[in-house]
């Protein structure tokens, strides 16, 4: 504030856009506090693998096309746990998230991925690598006949190809995506002649 003009409150600020100090007079001058993420926000969201945003807000898996869904299938937001909002703004997007969320129970099945990623047990050293790439949390470290290797929940999986670009075992495949299809799909593609410079 930097006094009066014409009897009026004289406002003194930076647009950081302009990057230029500007003034304006105005009747009267609102701040709002500023508002920060739950405190559990980080706990909650390791727990349903939701992300979160530069702020610490969880995060819409879109921000036009999906606002109340998350990148987990089943876990919607709504209200100031995705950033400060008014209780119109609230309260619509409870709607959704509500209307979501019912959709999702009537229909009574729910579709998966039909690509997903596999674990090639024997190849797997148990490195946990692809554990902690996996953005979806879909793949855990189990036991099997004593053994300790990774597993793929193809109901969680999405087919993103993330823990097979992370395994330098190559111990992931993702169904369709093989290292031999791939090979022979460019075979398919490319002349001989191109496959041999290839080769
Ligand atoms: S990154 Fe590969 S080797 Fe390591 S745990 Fe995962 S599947 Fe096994
Ligand atoms: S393909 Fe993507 S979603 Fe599926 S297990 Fe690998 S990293 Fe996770």
């Known amino acids: 504030m930097e006094g009066l003009e014409d009897g009026r409150l004289l406002v003194r600020a930076e647009d950081t856009l302009l990057g230029e100090v500007v003034e304006m007079p105005v009747d009267m001058v609102v701040l709002a506090t500023a508002m920060v993420p739950a405190a559990d926000t980080e706990q909650v969201a390791q727990l349903f693998h939701v992300t979160r945003s530069e702020d610490g807000f969880f995060l819409e898996a879109h921000p036009k096309l999906r606002p109340v869904e998350t990148a987990t299938d089943g876990i919607f937001l709504a209200g100031t746990c995705q950033g400060p909002k008014d209780i119109p703004d609230t309260v619509a997007q409870?709607?959704?998230?509500?209307?979501?969320?019912?959709?999702?129970?009537?229909?009574?099945?729910?579709?998966?991925?039909?690509?997903?990623?596999?674990?090639?047990?024997?190849?797997?050293?148990?490195?946990?690598?692809?554990?902690?790439?996996?953005?979806?949390?879909?793949?855990?470290?189990?036991?099997?006949?004593?053994?300790?290797?990774?597993?793929?929940?193809?109901?969680?999986?999405?087919?993103?190809?993330?823990?097979?670009?992370a395994c330098r075992g190559k111990a992931i495949t993702l169904h369709g995506y093989s290292d031999q299809q791939l090979l022979l799909q460019l075979g398919a593609l490319l002349r001989p002649a191109e496959l041999v410079a290839i080769g």
């Open 94 to 165: 409870v709607s959704g998230a509500a209307s979501q969320a019912l959709g999702l129970l009537q229909r009574g099945s729910v579709l998966i991925e039909p690509i997903t990623a596999e674990v090639l047990p024997l190849r797997c050293v148990a490195c946990g690598l692809c554990v902690e790439v996996c953005p979806f949390g879909a793949i855990e470290m189990v036991e099997r006949r004593g053994q300790k290797l990774a597993e793929v929940n193809p109901a969680l999986c999405k087919g993103c190809g993330l823990c097979v670009a």
